[in-house]
C-alpha cells in the first residue's frame, strides 16, 4: 500500500514540533490534501492539536505500547487520507534509555519507512546549525532526514547566515519561521492544556498554523512526499456486531483515550456511548465504564458538585458492574482529590486518597499481572506507562493489586491497579490491542448484563 506520508523530527523537545506539525496540515489542507495525523510516544495532549488542525482523529504510535507488527497495522489502516503526517517525540533519536533507539521517532520513521524533516531550534545559533543538521544527518547510517526547519529565526540576517551555512549540508531547507511569542502554547505540568479543557485554543491552533504555513515550502514538502516506499500488513480484525453498551467518560476533566483502544473495544461488540461527569446528572443505560486519564484535579470543584453522578458511579460499582480506570480515572475514584490546598470529595470506590505531587512520574511501564480481573483472565507480562503528578496516601492495608511492576512506580511499593468489586483502576496506561484486554473487559460486561 502507497502511503505518501512524513515525519516531523526536532532535535530535542521544545523546538516547536506541533505548532509547526498543525501547520504543515494546514497548509496541506489548503492546497485540497486530506490529512491524517499521528503522534510519536504515548502522549494523550499533543495528538489534540492535531486532531484540531486536521479535523481528525489523531493516532498515537508507540512502539514499547505496541510492538513494531502492530504498530505498522495501525499506521496502515488508519491511514485513509491522502497524506499522513507523524509528530515525532523529544529528540529525533532519543529512546527508551541512553543507549537505546527503541520507541524514538527515528524508530517510528524507520518501521513506517517514513521520509523526515527535522526541525532545529536557531534562536541562539547561526553558521552551527550546519553542524547541528550534518550531526543529525551522519549518526544514523539511514536517518531518513531529507530536510530542514529553522525555528524561532530572529531577523532576516540570521536567516540569510542560517542558509548560507546550510548549504554545505545536503538537505533544503523546508521553512524559516520567524520568532514570535505569540504563536507558542500554553503549558501546565503535563505538557501543553489539551484542547477539551479550552475551547478558545481551537481559534489560537489555526491563526498560529496559518502564520507559520505561510513560512513553509510546500512545494518542496510535496516533493519528499512523493514515490513513496510502500507498506504491507497480513492481519485482518474482524468486527463482531454489538453485544452491550460501554459508558466512556469524555469531557474537559477525562479525555485522555487511545483511539485504538475504543476502536477495540467497539470490534469485540461494545456499543460506546460517551457521558460528563461534570455535567451530567444520569449515564447512559450501560454493562460498563470506561474513565480515562485527565485533569481532575484542575475541575476538582465541579467533579465535587455533581454528586448525583458520583453517587451512581458508586452504586454500580457496589452492583459490580465492570469499571476500567486509568490514572485521572484512579484518582477520581478514591475518597478525595487534594489540589491547591484544598481536598475534593470524589467517589470513594477505593479506600486512598489522592494528594498531588511537584514531581513528576513519568515511565514507561513493565510488569505482571498477578491476579484475575476484568480486563485479563490469566497471569502474564504486560508494557505500559505512566505520567502524572499525584500520588495516593492512607491507602487501606486492605487493598487489592492486579498488577507487579518491574519498571515503573505504580500506586505503592510497585504494585498498580487496584481492585474493589469488578472495579479496576491503575496509574499505568495500557494498549488494548498489546493482549486480549478489550475482548475480556467486555466478556465481563457481556457477563454483568445477563445476571
Known amino acids: ?25 494546514h497548509a496541506l489542507q489548503k492546497r485540497g490534501f486530506s490529512v491524517q495525523p499521528f503522534k510519536v510516544g504515548p502522549d494523550y495532549i499533543d495528538p489534540s492539536y492535531l486532531s484540531t488542525s486536521a479535523k481528525k482523529d489523531a493516532f498515537n504510535l508507540d512502539v514499547w505500547l505496541m510492538g513494531k507488527n502492530r504498530l ?52 541562539k545559533a547561526a553558521r552551527s546549525v550546519a553542524a547541528t543538521a550534518l550531526g543529525f544527518q551522519k549518526f544514523h547510517p539511514n536517518s531518513r532526514i531529507k530536510g530542514i526547519i529553522l525555528n524561532k529565526i530572529g531577523s532576516k540576517k540570521h536567516e540569510s547566515l542560517c542558509r548560507k551555512a546550510l548549504e554545505k549540508v545536503d538537505l533544503p531547507v523546508i521553512g524559516a519561521i520567524q520568532k514570535n511569542s505569540n504563536l507558542e502554547f500554553d503549558s501546565r505540568h503535563l505538557g501543553l492544556i489539551p484542547v477539551k479543557e479550552n475551547l478558545s485554543l481551537k481559534q489560537k491552533i489555526e ?24 507498506l504491507k500488513i497480513n492481519s485482518k480484525k474482524f468486527h463482531k456486531k454489538s453485544k452491550i453498551t460501554i459508558a466512556v467518560a469524555l469531557d474537559s476533566s477525562f479525555n485522555f483515550y487511545y483511539h485504538d483502544n475504543l476502536t477495540a473495544l467497539k470490534r469485540e461488540g461494545a456499543d460506546i456511548k460517551f457521558f460528563s461527569p461534570i455535567k451530567d446528572k444520569n449515564l447512559p443505560e450501560s454493562d460498563g465504564l470506561y474513565i480515562g486519564g485527565g485533569f481532575p484535579e484542575i475541575l476538582g470543584e465541579e467533579l465535587e458538585k455533581n454528586q448525583t453522578m458520583q453517587k451512581k458511579i458508586k452504586r454500580l460499582s457496589e452492583d459490580n458492574i465492570p469499571i476500567y480506570a486509568e490514572c485521572g480515572g484512579l484518582m477520581y475514584l478514591t475518597k478525595s482529590i487534594n489540589y491547591e490546598k484544598k481536598t475534593r470529595k470524589m467517589i470513594g470506590i477505593f479506600d486512598a486518597e489522592t494528594t498531588m505531587t511537584k514531581k513528576m512520574k513519568l515511565n514507561y511501564t513493565k510488569g505482571k499481572i498477578i491476579s484475575k480481573n476484568i480486563i485479563s483472565d490469566k497471569k ?15 491507602t487501606s492495608p486492605d487493598s487489592k493489586f492486579a498488577f507487579e511492576l518491574k519498571i515503573g512506580d505504580g500506586i505503592k511499593n510497585h504494585l498498580d491497579g487496584m481492585i ?8 499505568g496506561h495500557l494498549y488494548f490491542d498489546s493482549s486480549d484486554y478489550a475482548k475480556i473487559f467486555v466478556k465481563n460486561c457481556i457477563k454483568y448484563s445477563r445476571r
Open 420 to 427: 474493589q468489586n469488578n472495579s479496576l483502576a491503575s496509574y
Open 72 to 123: 505498522l497495522e495501525s499506521f496502515v489502516s488508519n491511514s485513509k487520507s491522502d497524506i499522513s503526517i507523524i509528530e515525532g517525540v523529544m529528540g529525533y533519536y532519543d529512546g527508551f534509555g541512553a543507549d537505546s533507539n527503541l520507541a524514538s521517532t527515528h524508530h517510528v520513521a524507520s518501521i513506517t519507512k517514513s521520509p523526515t524533516i527535522l526541525i532545529i531550534d536557531a534562536s
Open 380 to 394: 502474564h507480562f504486560f508494557q505500559g506507562h505512566e505520567f502524572h503528578y499525584s500520588k495516593l496516601e492512607n
Open 207 to 230: 491563526q498560529t498554523s496559518k502564520i507559520i504555513s505561510n513560512q513553509l515550502d510546500v512545494e518542496k514538502i510535496l516533493q519528499i512526499l512523493q514515490n513513496p516506499i510502500p
Open 1 to 25: 500500500m502507497k502511503i505518501p506520508r512524513l515525519v516531523l523530527g526536532g532535535t530535542s523537545s521544545g523546538v516547536g514540533k506541533t505548532s509547526i506539525t498543525c501547520a504543515i496540515i
